[in-house]
């Protein structure tokens, strides 16, 4: 089935270490997202990719980092410089062959204990 | 992209009819309005979209004012499972340059038996 992958779906952090959360689709989309969620919040953009080897800053990247080596994939790095990562991260993919709607993974939850 | 603006909460009854209102005053011509939702714990689900013209699909209706500046969603015969989040947005159609995608606090929706 096609879709959006995000892994893992629960992870748990030591202060102070690096994290990588997994996004993987085969939706052959172009554009991919990620997002931050906290709760009772909406959803805020960390950072967002067009196309391979690009990406942009959104609104709230700071303390984080991401690679589009492949058009697949899209991992999303939560450093130790993000001071309160405690969240729940969604990944989202758009595509012309979708009619450019956006479609979202099922999220990671990120705790620091 | 645009700024909506959505009622916090929404009761409605089981079997009834949902309504949930969106104002996008600020909304420009190249611009859609997109509507998600999202169950606690899950990734956002895609409902509809539309640009001018009312839309409909096998979830909702999708009702946009003449003068574009707010629309409603229409979920026909509301059942438990509909109780969630709901996300109004709009955005541009574009393949390239940025997209900063945002979303609001959305509408809480709670369906009562």
């Known amino acids: 089935d096609g879709g959006i992958t995000q892994s893992p779906k629960y992870l748990f952090r030591k202060e102070g270490q690096n994290v990588t959360l997994s996004c993987e689709q085969n939706l052959n989309h172009d554009a991919m997202y990620w997002y931050r969620q906290d709760p009772g919040q909406g959803l805020r953009l960390i950072y967002y990719?067009?196309?391979?080897?690009?990406?942009q800053k959104g609104d709230i990247a700071e303390g984080y980092s991401v690679s589009r080596e492949k058009k697949e994939s899209f991992p999303l790095t939560v450093t130790s410089a993000q001071k309160n990562p405690t969240a729940f991260y969604l990944c989202?993919?758009?595509?012309?062959?979708?009619?450019?709607?956006?479609?979202f993974g099922e999220g990671s939850w990120l705790t620091v204990v | 992209d645009a700024k909506t603006t959505q009622p916090t909460s929404m009761d409605c009854a089981e079997g009834r009819a949902a309504n949930l209102p969106c104002n996008h005053s600020t909304i420009s011509g190249n611009e859609y309005v997109y509507w998600y939702r999202q169950i606690h714990s899950q990734g956002p689900q895609y409902i509809i979209h539309?640009?001018?013209n009312n839309e409909t699909n096998e979830m909702a209706s999708l009702i946009i004012t003449e003068d574009r500046k707010s629309s409603t969603l229409i979920l026909p015969h509301a059942t438990l499972r509909d109780t969630a989040v709901y996300y109004c947005?709009?955005?541009?159609?574009?393949?390239?340059?940025?997209?900063?995608?945002?979303f609001g606090t959305g509408t809480r929706l709670t369906i009562i038996p």
């Open positions: 947005i709009v955005r541009g159609i574009s393949n390239f340059g940025n997209e900063k995608l945002t």
């Open positions: 990719s067009q196309i391979v080897n690009d990406f």
């Open positions: 539309g640009l001018k």
């Open positions: 989202a993919s758009r595509g012309i062959l979708s009619g450019n709607t956006i479609y």
